[in-house]
């Protein structure tokens, strides 16, 4: 019979993976001896645990419900091997974090040789991506995401306020002048964020619920806002983006920051949000721990 812990490890390891090759890989097993721990387990529950097709593999409801088992198994025995351990009183391991594209780039790639340093025996492993990441069907031990966090079973812990700003580059407001209302702003070239609700592509939200509305347009938009921001630079028109992401612009005047007779909305919080468990491995407590440090009390992208 094989042992039922390495097959939920090769399980937990062929959903981050998203494939029986890709998880051979990672564990240094071959691809039969992947398929034939999954087999004995869905033999020895009576279920089955993927949707497959020739495109890709996904859970089956009772393979979602096994994952979060198997993952709080998996993690507690880890905590355990750590808290016996005399000399593995320090984080280790692979660190699984994924953020924001434009956050990641500018405000947690370039820390992360500091945390390194810090903690040598933890590999992090980033991800970079803007849609909202479920950390515990896609494997990931910690998640930043920038919103009002919904009701979860997730554990977040708030990191730092995220506040925004309209601006536009001296030049374009040269040549179209520069707005003092909200209204104004229908006059002129605005940049859209597709992947923005209240501050989209065609609708921008002011004051401190969104309570004032105006529809915008303008010659582009995109899901990404660096792009954005390189555009404003470049002349195209005005943006409202996230202050983490036009700081270093706004502190070099290649863009200014527009006064306006609504103020902007109030900023959601940076959270790191990750999978409830009883004991929080070290690495996770150590990186939450390090990004406090990093953002706060007054985060480094503050004018």
Known sequence: MLDRFTSMQVFAKVVTQGSFSGAARALGLSQTMVTKHIAALESRLGISLFHRSTRRLSLTEPGRLLLIRAQKILTD???????????????????????????????????????????????????????????????????????????????????????????????????????????????????GYTLGQEIGATRWSFGPVGERTVIVSGPMSANNGDIMREAAVARQGIIYQPLFIVSEELKSGRLVPLSLDVPTMTGPELHAVYAPTPHVPLKIRAMIDFLVEQYGPVPPWTL
């Not at 391991?93 to 594209?101: E, T």
């Not at 930043?144 to 995220?162: T, Y």
């Open 77 to 191: 025995l880890e905590e355990m091997e750590q808290e016996v351990s005399a000399e593995n009183q320090e984080p280790r391991g692979i660190l699984r974090l994924n953020a924001p594209v434009s956050f990641a780039i500018r405000h947690v790639g370039p820390i992360m040789p500091q945390f390194s340093r810090r903690h040598p025996l933890v590999t992090v492993e980033l991800g970079l991506d803007d849609r909202r990441i479920d950390p515990i069907t896609e494997g990931w031990d910690l998640t930043l995401r920038i919103g009002r966090m919904p009701p979860s079973a997730l554990r977040s812990r708030p990191l730092a306020q995220i506040d925004f700003v309209v601006c536009a580059s001296p030049s374009y407001l040269e040549r179209h002048g520069t707005p003092h209302t909200v209204a104004e702003l229908q006059n002129h070239q605005c940049l």
